[in-house]
């Protein structure tokens, strides 16, 4: 069965901190996807990142990078120099591609707050 | 491309009414996902279609909730009687295959 978890409830940072949000997932296929959304306070859902299982190479993407581990199933990310705009609720999912035919799956999610 | 729409934006009914949810994919898109969110349960996969068909409905609370795809750019989410624990914002959200899923704007649903 896919479970995604995200351990971390909540996190306060002061502005131009980094801080590093935690995904740790569970699956038995062998092809899936992982991805993270972003939730502000208005309340819609913003995709932010994909990665497949074939590849582990690191993103960046200008303040944000993402490192995916399939050793310790993990893919975590990080925010350099956070901004208040980055406050919102972070959300790591799980796609598997095999039996569950492509089934999305979320995790808790993650409320970070940045203060000024 | 408008993106995911879904109507209403807000409901209000009272107590055994019926609800009837709508989103729209995004055209070429062949998998449909709704979800809940409330507080204490985080954002749960109610159910999720591939080409019109339900694949799993397996986090359909109850008889009370169903799910249909009439063609393959729009579907609903009926409840029907309505209770106040049905109270949530609903999203329907949509995707091309093995690709990221877009979200609709949600549908804030209170139930008095």
């Known amino acids: 069965a896919q479970k995604v978890t995200q351990a971390q409830t909540e996190i306060s940072v002061v502005e131009k901190e980094d801080v590093t949000l935690d995904c740790v997932y569970e699956t038995r296929d062998t092809t899936y996807y992982l991805f993270w959304y972003k939730q502000p306070p208005s309340g819609e859902l913003v995709f932010l990142i994909r990665r497949n299982s074939f590849d582990e190479q690191n993103e960046i993407s200008g303040r944000y990078s993402w490192n995916f581990q399939k050793s310790t199933s993990s893919f975590n990310f990080t925010i350099t120099a956070s901004q208040v705009v980055d406050s919102a609720v972070y959300f790591c999912a799980l796609s598997e591609v095999g039996g569950s035919q492509g089934n999305l799956i979320f995790g808790k999610g993650t409320k970070l707050s940045v203060k000024p | 491309d408008a993106g995911v729409i879904q109507s209403p934006r807000h409901e209000v009914t009272e107590m055994g009414q019926e609800v009837t949810l709508r989103c729209k994919l995004i055209?070429?898109?062949?998998?449909l996902f709704w979800y809940r969110q409330t507080m204490m349960r985080g954002l749960e996969l109610l159910i999720y279609f591939n080409n019109n068909v339900p694949i799993d409905d397996s986090g359909m609370p109850e008889d009370r909730f169903s799910a249909k795809m009439p063609n393959a750019s729009f579907s609903t989410l009926k409840i029907q009687p309505s209770e106040p624990r049905d109270s949530a914002v609903y999203f329907c959200?949509?995707?091309?295959?093995?690709?990221?899923?877009?979200f609709g704007q949600g549908t804030r649903l209170t139930v008095v």
């Open positions: 055209s070429g898109h062949n998998s």
């Open positions: 959200a949509s995707r091309a295959q093995n690709t990221e899923a877009f």
